[in-house]
C-alpha cells in the first residue's frame, strides 16, 4: 500500500539536495528507485548507508526498490569524488566482494520474490557489443554536457589527466538506468549529491530513447560543519566499515557517540527511523544537557543495531556505560571477550610485567614512559575472572591481557 508524503518527509530531514520536477508526484503514486555499489572493496563503509537508508524508508512507504551490484561497472571505475584513477581490479576479487556486499545489504533491505531486487549490471554490460553500443546509446550523449560534469573537470585539471574507460562511466550508468526502467519498470535514481550529473544523464537518455518519464534524487554528503571534513573516517583517517571484522561493533558504536554536537542533529535526522515527534523530543533533551550525548547514544544504539543487530548494539552501549561512567566490575567473561576485539589486546604465558605490557599494547611509547606513568599513578591494573587484565592509562586509554 502506498503513503503519500515520502518526498515531505525527505526534506523535512534535509535528505534531499536535489530532484528532478513531479517526483513527489511519482512517489505518490508508487515509484520503483534504485542505487548502484560497485564492489570494488571488501565491505561497504558507512558512507554506503545514506544510499540504503533512502531505499528502507521508501519501501516503508510501500515503494519498489532494486540495487545494482556494479559487477560490470566496478571494471572501469567511477571517478567521482576521486583525484586520480582507481586501481583495476581483478575480476576474482569483484566477485567475491559482489558476495560480502549481498550479504551486507541484506540486513537492511528484504530481497525475494514481491520484494526487493538485487540486480547485477554484468548481465547485461558483459553482453555489449561497442559499435552496437555506440550506435544506439553513444549518438544520444553530448560530449560537452559529459565534459561539463564537475567529476570530469576537476580530474582534466589534475597532472594524472581522465582515462577514456573512466570518461565513459557516466554512459554505463546511464545504459543501467535505460536497462532497468525498460526491464523492471524503475523510473527514479537515487545517488549522493556527486552523482547528479550522472544520474541527469540517465534520465535524458530514458527521455530520448523511450520518451518515458524518469526521475532522480539525490542526497547531501555529509561533512563536518567545523572541519569541512567528509563523514565516514576516525580522525586517525581510519575508515569505519560495516563488516565486523574490519571495524568492530563496539568502535561502530563508539565513532557515532563522538560524533560533534555539530554534527549529531544532521546525523539524527538522515539516519534515524524513528518519528518527527519523537527525534524532536530527543533534540529538546539534549540541548538542555549535551555533555549526556543522548542525542550521539540514541544515534550509536539504533544504527549499530542496524548494522549489527540489536544483540550487539546492546553489548556496545553497556560496555562503553561501564568504561567510561560507572566502573568495570560489571564486566563479565562474555563482555571481556566482545571487548577484547576492540581494544589492544595480547595473550599472555606466565607472570604480567606492567611496563612490558604497557609498550606491547601500544598505550606507551618506552618503557621509561611506562615506568613515570606508573610511578604518577597515571595507570591501574585489575585482573578479572582470574583471566583478564585490564589495563587503563588515564580516563579512557584501556588495554586487555588474556592469560593463558
Not at 570518461?167 to 543501467?176: E, I, W
Not at 539534549?286 to 539504533?302: D, H, I, S, V, Y
Amino acid at each position: 500500500m502506498i503513503k503519500k508524503g515520502f518526498v515531505k518527509e525527505l526534506k523535512w530531514r534535509g535528505l534531499v539536495y536535489d530532484m528532478t520536477p513531479g517526483l513527489d508526484s511519482a512517489f505518490d503514486k508508487g515509484s520503483t528507485l534504485y542505487i548502484g555499489i560497485d564492489p570494488t572493496g571488501d565491505s561497504l563503509h558507512i558512507g554506503h548507508l545514506m544510499g540504503l537508508v533512502m531505499l528502507k524508508r521508501a519501501v516503508q512507504y510501500g515503494n519498489k526498490a532494486i540495487v545494482i551490484v556494479g559487477g560490470g561497472t566496478s571494471l572501469i571505475g567511477d571517478p567521482s569524488g576521486k583525484d586520480k584513477e582507481r586501481p583495476v581490479v581483478e575480476s576474482s576479487v569483484i566477485e567475491k566482494n559482489k558476495k560480502n556486499l549481498k550479504k551486507q545489504v541484506s540486513r537492511f533491505i528484504e530481497f525475494g520474490d514481491g520484494k526487493a531486487k538485487m540486480i547485477d549490471n554484468v548481465d547485461w554490460l558483459g553482453k555489449v557489443k561497442l559499435i552496437d553500443f555506440l550506435r544506439e546509446i553513444g549518438k544520444h550523449m553530448s560530449v560537452s554536457e559529459m565534459m561539463s560534469k564537475d567529476s570530469v573537470k576537476e580530474r582534466l585539471g589534475r597532472a594524472q589527466g581522465l582515462s577514456y574507460a573512466e570518461f565513459t562511466y557516466q554512459l554505463l550508468q546511464a545504459f543501467d538506468f535505460l536497462e532497468l526502467f525498460g526491464q523492471y519498470g524503475c523510473n527514479v535514481q537515487v545517488g549522493g549529491s556527486d552523482q547528479w550529473g550522472n544520474i541527469l544523464q540517465g534520465v535524458e537518455l530514458i527521455r530520448k530513447k523511450t520518451s518515458g518519464k524518469a526521475h532522480g534524487l539525490s542526497f547531501p554528503l555529509i561533512t563536518d560543519p567545523k572541519t569541512g571534513k567528509k563523514f565516514g573516517k576516525t580522525a586517525a583517517g581510519a575508515a569505519i566499515w560495516l563488516d565486523k571484522e574490519k571495524t568492530h561493533p563496539f568502535d561502530f558504536y563508539q565513532f557515532l557517540v563522538n560524533v560533534s554536537d555539530d554534527l549529531a542533529p544532521t546525523l539524527m535526522r538522515f539516519f534515524s527511523f524513528q518519528t518527527k515527534q519523537k527525534i524532536e523530543e530527543i533534540e529538546k533533551k539534549w540541548n538542555k544537557n549535551k555533555g549526556k550525548r543522548l542525542m550521539q547514544r540514541e544515534l550509536a544504539f539504533e544504527l549499530t543495531s542496524l548494522v549489527h543487530g540489536e544483540k550487539m548494539a546492546k553489548q556496545a552501549e553497556k560496555i562503553a556505560e561501564i568504561l567510561f561512567n560507572k566502573g568495570v566490575m560489571e564486566l563479565t567473561v562474555s563482555d571481556f571477550n566482545f571487548i577484547k576485539e576492540s581494544l589492544p589486546n595480547f595473550k599472555l604465558k606466565g607472570k604480567l610485567d606492567l611496563v612490558d605490557a604497557l609498550l606491547k599494547l601500544g598505550l606507551t611509547s618506552s618503557k621509561g614512559e611506562g615506568r613515570r606513568l606508573i610511578k604518577q599513578k597515571g595507570v591501574s591494573c585489575e585482573m578479572f575472572h582470574k583471566r583478564f587484565f585490564l589495563i587503563r592509562k588515564g580516563k579512557k586509554d584501556y588495554g586487555i591481557v588474556d592469560v593463558l
